[in-house]
């Protein structure tokens, strides 16, 4: 599990977490909408160096 922040309240066990996904124009999109989903995509399908993650 990746760094972030734990704790327990009312017996119930609580991780918050965060990630950037990082996406470049026009490397790996020509537009706004583009850029967004593969910066996404990126982040949630290869977890990166301390939640960091680089389209490829």
Do not use: E, Y
């Not at 017996?11 to 910066?39: E, M, N, S, T, Y």
Request: a positive charge; charged letters at 15%.
């Amino acid at each position: 599990m990746g760094s972030g922040s734990r704790w327990t309240t009312t017996g119930c066990r609580w991780w918050v977490g965060a990630g950037i996904g990082v996406a470049v124009f026009p490397q790996h999109g020509g537009d706004a909408k583009v850029l967004r989903q593969q910066a996404d995509t990126t982040c949630t399908t290869n977890r990166g160096r301390r939640g960091v993650c680089v389209a490829g």
